[in-house]
């Protein structure tokens, strides 16, 4: 599903509605909500009888889903006021669930948080509000996930046989991501680019030198990873796309920088 939206709007109302319908899309993605049951199903260990909390709840289904292996209550804190009215009314009647309408960052429970539980992954992995939880005010006992990466593979152009986008179409896009582009289909994802780790300080910044894959076509994708096992990634779920951008270089460089609404990747080749 795509969603644009067609009016002219104040700043602020167009980023909370294009946030909001940006996060409903996500609950298409049945691969990734399986995927996050299955990692809290693991460790119900952890959320029964235990206070917990979902950092960015959206529309509240894992807070629903910890209550459902007996948290002993489950806080659900949402920034975007559209999200939090949608995710309060759907967990009214769930007398374990309080809904809180506020930025992660300001939360303080005032009691020991045992399990928090998040989705703050960009398709560039940082791009989103990972990094957020390094400012948290409460520190948990569990991080579920606990880790990321953002891993690359070079693929060529001519074997992916796109009618649309040929070769000189293709050169028009340099130094540019794009998400979308080809359909992942089984490119796997080879070397590691950057790295979230919860509990270490985390570089939003790296150098990574291809010059010994050949291709012509780079692209990068999301590996979500919990105690070093991946739970989720890019072209199985499809919340997170391959990014692809053609090759012009045997050396690329991307970090993030402080962006209005998330942190903004940028990135350029270098010989
Ligand atoms: C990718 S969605 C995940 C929603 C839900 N956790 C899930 O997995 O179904 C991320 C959610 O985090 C919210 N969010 C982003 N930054 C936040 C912040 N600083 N504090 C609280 N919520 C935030 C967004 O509005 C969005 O609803």
């Not at 298409?28 to 029964?48: S, T």
């Not at 235990?50 to 920034?79: H, N, Q, T």
């Not at 374990?96 to 560039?124: A, M, R, W």
């Amino acid at each position: 599903m795509c969603m644009d939206i067609c009016n002219r709007l104040s700043p602020i109302k167009f980023a909370e509605a294009d946030d909001f319908l940006t996060f409903i899309s996500i609950y298409e993605d049945k691969a990734r909500e399986r995927a996050y049951k299955k990692l809290l199903w693991q460790n119900r260990h952890l959320i029964e009888g235990k206070v917990c909390v979902e950092a960015g709840c959206g529309m509240g289904i894992f807070s629903e889903y910890m209550a459902s292996l007996k948290a002993k209550k489950v806080y659900a804190i949402e920034v975007n006021p559209h999200m939090y009215k949608a995710a309060k009314k759907r967990l009214s009647g769930n007398p374990v669930i309080e809904v809180v309408n506020s930025d992660i960052t300001k939360f303080d429970p005032g009691e020991k948080i045992n399990v928090c539980v998040h989705e703050l992954y960009g398709q560039l992995l940082l791009d989103e509000e990972l990094l957020m939880l390094e400012k948290l005010k409460f520190k948990p006992v569990h991080m579920l996930p606990d880790g990321g990466k953002l891993q690359g593979g070079i693929t060529m152009l001519n074997r992916l046989h796109d009618r649309i986008v040929t070769p000189e179409i293709l050169a028009q896009l340099d130094s540019v991501l794009v998400s979308g582009l080809f359909d992942e289909g089984k490119l796997p994802l080879k070397f590691d680019i950057l790295e979230w780790q919860w509990g270490k300080k985390t570089t939003a910044k790296a150098v990574c030198d291809i010059r010994s894959l050949s291709g012509d076509l780079l692209y990068m994708g999301v590996r979500v990873m919990h105690k070093g096992r991946e739970i989720c990634r890019a072209g199985k779920c499809p919340n997170w796309s391959f990014i692809w951008t053609p090759r012009t270089g045997n050396c690329f460089s991307i970090s993030f920088s402080r962006g209005l609404r998330a942190p903004d990747p940028m990135f350029g080749w270098q010989q």
